[in-house]
């Protein structure tokens, strides 16, 4: 990639990673200009697993999409990436100066490497999505929209206004974990699973240290514990597309999650019964 420097901007001539190429403008806004123009920051965290041949195109994507429009960082939290993952991001973030990286050293999961870059987080609004790009980044300001009247906005792949392309597999086993988690812990949440959600940064810190979930099933504990102190929560449309490499195992990972919540409760119950 070629960066050219000139009056407070990079211009990136040519970004490609693997089979992707695609031409776009890095704009860097300077602190004076981002401070009276853009008073609001938001921060963008991505956890990213052994992403080398998609996280490349998914900071480009939403850098075009966010440049100008709106004050903003990216945390990209690497969870023991195996690949040139790691390495990649470390070079980008050493020009450009609105992404961070927080390298975890081994794999935690979705949710520790979430957590972690939260805490990381300097914006009023963090939004985390995930870096396979199945979400279309353009809802980034309906989640926006949404948190000037409500403490935390997701994304929902199954609403009636959402256009969502979900295989047949995924779309039962997805609604039969939605009846597991309602009748667990009383989320009436259509996706607690799309990883796609903004929050007031003021709301989501409230939590971050209850939380014991590191993988998948991190969704959910979240979205409990919110509800559970009286937040807001509401359900935002989407574009939605099921993406080729995904990390996800429905059936294996599926158990797991089942497990994880099962666990939860057990523990949230005896340590209530303690008090």
Known sequence: MTFLKSHGFFYAL?????????????????????????????????????????????????????????????????DGSTDGTLPMVQRLSQ?????????????????????EGIRTASGDIVVFLDSDGATNFTAIFD??????NYDCAIGSRYLKASKARISLLRRLISRIFNVFVSILFGLKIQDTQCGFKGFRASTIKTVLDELTIDRFAFDVELLWRL????????????????????????????????KDLLLLRAREFFKRRAE
């Open 143 to 148: 989640i926006l929209d949404a948190l000037k």
């Open 95 to 115: 020009q450009i100066d609105f992404l961070k990286v927080v390298a975890l050293g081994k794999n935690y999961g979705k949710g520790r490497a979430v957590r």
């Open 227 to 258: 509800s559970r102190k009286g937040y807001s929560i509401v359900e935002i449309p989407i574009e939605w597309e099921e993406k080729a490499g995904s990390k996800v195992s429905i059936i294996k990972h599926g158990f797991s999650m089942v």
């Open 14 to 78: 040519t970004c490609s990673a693997d089979k992707y190429v695609s031409w776009f403008t890095w704009i860097k806004l300077s602190n004076t200009i981002a401070k009276k123009r853009l008073m609001q920051l938001l921060s963008l965290v991505i956890p990213a697993y052994n992403e080398e041949t998609r996280i490349y195109k998914t900071l480009c994507e939403c850098s075009q999409i966010l440049n100008g429009k709106i004050n903003y960082e990216i945390i990209v939290v690497d």
